[in-house]
């Protein structure tokens, strides 16, 4: 696929996928990103969830540009990547897509004050867990053999590596 096909591609997914999931959804569960009051002395919450919530923004559209520039493709199924993409926060968190997604939906729920959102992050975690399992991590191990296990025992799922992954490198699985 061409850069520019995967481009727009990615973009037309990011509107349709997580602006859905992160945008369109907490909008309409908080009834317009309505601002509460949870508790007194809140304000480190928010500040917390201003931090996870643009932190998230910042990774899911690296993450989405990321399979553009490596994978020559799109993170849409239809459009799948060319390469397996592995670069950047790639080497630190298998899945930093719905990582990203679901610290934003978390930082919204702390930013607004909205906790009923912590159950939508919950709920859409086990969505995703799901889909993960039994679609995706197969679907790759499939189209990418050998690489992708290589990968997938390096790199955590769901909880970032402290230290970069190097492909070949020494926490390569069986490296001395």
């Known amino acids: 696929m061409r850069r520019s096909t995967a481009a727009l591609g990615s973009a037309v997914f990011f509107v349709l996928a997580p602006g859905v999931v992160v945008g369109l959804i907490p909008w309409l569960l908080t009834g317009g990103w309505q601002v509460r009051e949870p508790l007194p002395f809140w304000m480190p919450m928010r500040v917390l969830g201003g931090i996870l919530l643009a932190a998230g923004l910042i990774v ?86 050998a690489n992708y296990e290589a990968y997938r025992r390096a790199v955590p799922a769901w909880w970032p590596r402290l230290r970069p992954w190097e492909p070949g490198g020494h926490d390569e699985p069986g490296a001395g």
């Open 60 to 145: 899911l559209v690296g993450a989405f540009v990321r399979f553009v520039v490596e994978g020559f493709g799109t993170s849409a199924p239809v459009a799948a990547p060319e390469r397996l993409v592995v670069g950047e926060v790639y080497r630190y968190v298998r899945n930093p897509m719905y990582v990203a997604v679901l610290a934003a939906i978390v930082g919204q729920a702390l930013l607004l004050g909205q906790l009923g959102l912590l159950l939508y992050a919950g709920a859409a975690w086990l969505v995703v867990a799901a889909f993960v399992h039994w679609y995706e991590e197969p679907t790759l191990t499939r189209r990418f053999g």
